[in-house]
């Protein structure tokens, strides 16, 4: 989903969803409903279960790729912040 926040705020827009992720994989693709027109603040991926670490390997304005450890889980959680 996601949120505009229009010119008034500076086109903030709040995107959130879902991302399938095979146990198997250590990088992940997150495609946002939404690409963002100048910049990506911020994207804070959220595990679904438990305790895992994620890191940001690649940021564009249309989508994010996440790595981790190695953990084994299904999907994440995440929130994306931007103009």
């Known amino acids: 989903g996601y949120l505009l926040l229009g010119p008034y705020l500076g086109n903030l827009k709040i995107l959130w969803g879902i991302t399938s992720w095979p146990s198997y994989q250590t ?3 997150c495609t946002l409903p ?3 027109n100048n910049f990506n603040f911020v994207f804070l991926p959220i ?4 305790a895992h670490t994620f890191g940001i390997v690649n ?4 989508s994010v790729t ?3 450890n190695g953990d084994t889980f299904n999907s994440i959680f995440w929130l ?3 103009i």
């Open 47 to 50: 595990d679904n279960g438990g």
């Open 27 to 29: 990088q992940q693709i």
């Open 59 to 62: 940021k564009t304005l249309s």
């Open 66 to 68: 996440v790595g981790t």
């Open 34 to 36: 939404l690409p963002f």
């Open 80 to 82: 994306d912040i931007g």
